[in-house]
């Protein structure tokens, strides 16, 4: 039931574009993203839901795909703040109830 | 407007005792969702509250328990502790329940059980 994150890490540049892919077994109803910096707690970034249209603010945008039940985190020009863990989580049509992957850990260097 | 608030921030146990964490969540909500985090695992869902009544349960064995008050502050317990319970533990509340609204995490409880 756990959604599959790849890639499990990334290390960028600043100004490098990433994407984070998250993919389920299930049908979808919502997908959340979330942020964690070392020793704090997660930090919404967004949520898409089912039927939704493709979301973001500044360089940080995610698409959902109900077909594939998929989404996909954009990531563009980074900076050194976007360095952290992102997680995706996960509702299926039916169960009400939030899933999140196991992360992927993002480093932004200068 | 406060954060969600976790206390203890830090727990050490032995093998074998309980333990109790407490959340309080932001003013207003009345959904808690506790989640386990551990290295490699990501964050585990173990249970979602709302209005003091339980709605969702993850897979965990039944030593995890919690509870919900009237004011929404909510706890968690886990007896009979083990090595693989050493975790972080982190709640995270939402004006309303279900998987469709945005999740406030507290700081969290780093549990180690020795």
């Known amino acids: 039931q756990q959604p599959v994150q790849s890639p499990q890490a990334v290390i960028l540049r600043e100004g490098e574009d990433a994407v984070i892919n998250c993919s389920s077994s299930?049908?979808?109803?919502?997908v959340h993203w979330y942020r964690q910096k070392h020793g704090e707690a997660p930090v919404f970034l967004m949520i898409?839901?089912?039927?939704?249209e493709q979301k973001g603010h500044e360089k940080i945008s995610a698409s959902f795909n109900e077909k594939k039940q998929q989404s996909s985190l954009y990531l563009t020009a980074s900076q050194l703040s976007y360095s952290g863990t992102y997680f995706c989580?996960?509702?299926?049509?039916?169960?009400?109830?939030?899933?999140f992957g196991t992360g992927t850990r993002l480093q932004v260097f200068p | 407007k406060a954060g969600v608030t976790q206390t203890p921030r830090y727990l050490i146990k032995t093998r074998g005792q309980q333990v109790t964490l407490s959340c309080s969540p932001i003013s207003g909500h009345r959904s808690v969702s506790w989640y386990q985090q551990t290295p490699g695992q990501g964050l585990q869902f173990l249970f979602e509250y709302f209005s003091e009544t339980q709605r969702n349960k993850g897979n965990f064995p039944g030593r995890f328990s919690g509870r919900q008050f009237s004011n929404s502050r909510s706890e968690m317990n886990v007896s009979t502790l083990e090595l693989g319970d050493s975790a972080l533990y982190l709640c995270a509340s939402s004006f309303i329940a279900g998987g469709q609204n945005e999740q406030f995490f507290g700081p969290g409880t780093r549990l180690t059980v020795l």
């Open positions: 989580g996960t509702e299926s049509t039916g169960t009400d109830k939030l899933i």
């Open positions: 299930k049908a979808l109803y919502s």
């Open positions: 898409l839901l089912k039927g939704g």
